[in-house]
């Protein structure tokens, strides 16, 4: 019943930034930890940050830490990642995801709601 739907990706020159969001609708009350995963065809899935439901707890990944900061807004229902200092190793599909559980897990297998993915392409 739930899904998620991510936005505001695009093409982005090396330096650059953006901010992708993912919107959640439908029955979102049993929504705890929310996450970002990235993923290069090809390759593993890639945890990029967590957040636990009131954003006391916050898990970046070690490449993107520093640059990226994830939020969110349960009252619009919106998780948001800002991402900045981009560079051409962050081209990648990315994905929001949600669970019951409440620590953000770094672990894919932990998120058993996905949205479909934003492109993100930092050129250089």
């Known amino acids: 019943q739930v899904q998620l739907a991510e936005s505001g990706g695009g093409l982005v020159q090396a330096g650059d930034s953006l901010r992708l969001s993912c919107a959640a609708s439908?029955?979102?009350?049993?929504?705890?930890?929310m996450a970002w995963f990235r993923q290069i065809p090809g390759k593993e899935r890639e945890f990029v940050a967590g957040i636990s439901r009131s954003g006391g707890i916050i898990r970046y990944a070690d490449s993107v830490k520093g640059r990226f900061t994830v939020s969110r807004d349960n009252a619009k229902r919106t998780v948001n990642l800002q991402m900045n200092s981009l560079n051409a190793d962050d081209t990648a599909v990315y994905s929001c995801a949600a669970t019951s559980l409440v620590l953000p897990s770094p672990t894919g297998s932990a998120y058993d709601i996905w949205g479909q993915g934003t492109q993100v392409t930092v050129s250089s």
């Open positions: 439908g029955s979102t009350s049993t929504i705890n930890a």
